[in-house]
């Protein structure tokens, strides 16, 4: 029973920490790629509001992603030793997890990354920050690949999987991180109905809406390697637990993409309308809704990962 209950813990735990990650990467990617271009030639005022909305998401995420990794280390500790948590929360056991284990010494490596962010999102004003910003959270997220299976795998397998799992978490970050920033983003045009914020969400949208097609081919891409590695067959697809998530991990995925073409190639398109346009209007209304929708879809996708992390690998079950 105590084993189950911290099963069950590192799975909510996991799920939590990986879609924090997720979130605060992802803001900072869309603020690059999606935000900065699309108010260049907005005023200021409009760069400071979004500027703002970006830093905050992007502290909130980092904050939930620091007292997860926090919660994850200490379950982890107790999953290794066999002990309650209470008893596994020792300076001799987690400083074992921490220094002897490939989880705890990436888990060091990765609050040296989110200490360097921290401090980047303090003086975001300097700069270098933005970029240093960016790329600490890049790393932050890359580096959960070698806490998970592909972290296992040995030799030049090994070294596929860990980087096709890398990218893989890159791109989800991308896109279902990117989702929050432009959601708010959607909402603010919402509270601000003039022609320089109905301009900024059209070009916004249509920005998103090109990194979102790069991040699923890239997610594609490298789950077709995750898979072939991890499940091997049709048959450890359909007769193990761990293929059966996976179907389901898929699905969500699906339902995800269906709403993102709807957004691409029915309601962007309007939103170039002129001001003021009832077709605009409901577009703006829509495309906020669907992206809350997909938001949920994302959070799903994370809880069955959170699941899948605690498995044992379809490929060595089902031969």
């Known amino acids: 029973m105590l084993g189950d209950a911290v099963n069950v813990s590192l799975i909510v735990v996991r799920a939590i920490h990986f879609a924090a990650t997720a979130i605060t990467v992802g803001v900072l990617i869309f603020r690059a790629v999606v935000a900065q271009p699309a108010l260049r030639s907005t005023g200021a005022a409009r760069i400071l509001v ?175 390697v995750n898979a072939w590695i991890l499940v091997g067959s049709i048959k450890g697809l359909l007769t193990t637990e761990y293929g059966w998530l996976l179907m389901l991990k898929i699905f969500l995925f699906m339902i995800m993409l269906a709403f993102a073409v709807i957004n691409r190639y029915w309601l962007t398109p309007d939103l170039a309308l002129p001001l003021g346009n009832e077709a605009q209007l409901k577009a703006v209304r829509r495309l906020t809704r669907n992206s809350g929708i997909e938001i949920a879809f994302g959070l799903a996708i994370f809880a069955v990962v959170g699941v899948l992390g605690t498995l044992h690998p379809a490929v060595h079950l089902a031969n």
Do not use: K
């Open 50 to 224: 979004i500027g703002q909305i970006i830093v905050r998401a992007a502290w909130i995420g980092l904050a939930v992603t620091v007292a997860s990794g926090a919660a994850w280390v200490l379950l982890q500790a107790a999953a290794i030793s066999g002990l309650p948590l209470g008893e596994a929360a020792t300076t001799d056991i987690l400083s074992t997890v921490v220094t002897e284990t490939q989880f705890g010494m990436v888990s060091e490596i990765r609050v040296a990354l989110a200490i360097v962010l921290a401090a980047c999102l303090s003086y975001d004003r300097l700069p270098l920050a933005q970029p240093l910003a960016l790329a600490s959270s890049l790393g932050l997220v890359a580096g959960i690949a070698w806490t998970g299976h592909s972290g296992s795998s040995a030799g030049d397998i090994g070294n596929i999987h860990v980087m096709a799992d890398a990218l893989h978490l890159i791109a989800a970050a991308a896109w279902l991180g990117g989702l929050v920033p432009f959601t708010l983003v959607l909402a603010e045009v919402r509270r601000n109905q003039d022609h320089a914020w109905a301009s900024l969400a059209s070009q916004a949208a249509r920005r998103f809406s090109s990194l979102g097609m790069v991040s699923v081919g890239t997610i594609l891409a490298t789950g077709i």
